[in-house]
């Protein structure tokens, strides 16, 4: 028990989506679920995600010192975050970055980038004050931070759909689809053209942080899932197969992590 790596985690879906059947555990679709397969007898994990939350909800000051707190009640070896995806896919969100597509204006010239780049400073912001308060933790009890970028999307109409249909979350509408066609964008491959230039700046964030935090590790789990059919349960969100990669990557990049600090700690 006490070779055990404790693990806290903040974030959103990816983290918290609930099984294909709600009632029953088989059929998950959650990083975190399929973590705690992998890492069996090697890892305690202390969740506090929650579907649908956003990066300035997460890491709004109330919710920084809580998280302050659980830190310095219990050493972690590890704070995981996903966070930042609800913050630019929903349908109110995505439609004030967007122009409304033209014969003139196509593709990823639709993205206004000035709008864009204000919304990627907000999330940055937030992480910098959660890196931020992390570091104030001494080193020999400073958790590792982990977070991931979020793999490219496949825009579509189909939202998130439990119990065969039974259960439609927001009436079964997906996430960035709506928003795309209200702004005149309708070919999927100009929706996705689009969306994967902003997963792609949102991952350069974060990369960008890594470089200033020594204890900022960001998994690269882009380009990991090339196939909706096979990888995907709806527009945004990796099915069982997908979040069993991305928690593979996740795995990894944790150990690297460690094996570094530890590495650093003895001064080899």
Known sequence: MTN?????????SWF???PKWLIFTYGVSNVLAHLRKITRNKTIIASLASNGDTAVNMFSKRNVDDIRALLAKC???????SAGGNDIVGEEDIMPVLYNRTDE?????????????????????GYVTILDMVGEFPEATRPIVVGHKYDFVFPDPQGAVFLSGLYKNNGGKSWIY???RRRGIKDKEEMRAITT????QFGDMLDDLAESYDYFHVAQTQGLLKDPKRYYRNEIHPNGAGTEIIAQKLWETMKAALKSKRRAGTGA
């Open 75 to 81: 050493q972690y070896d590890f704070l995981l975050l």
């Open 105 to 125: 204006r196509t593709g990823v010239d639709c993205l206004n980038q000035d709008a864009f780049s204000d919304k990627i400073a907000e999330i940055r912001k």
């Open 4 to 12: 055990r790596l404790f693990i806290l985690a903040e974030g959103d």
């Open 197 to 200: 230039e902003m997963l792609r």
């Open 178 to 180: 709506p928003g795309m």
């Open 16 to 18: 918290a989506y609930p």
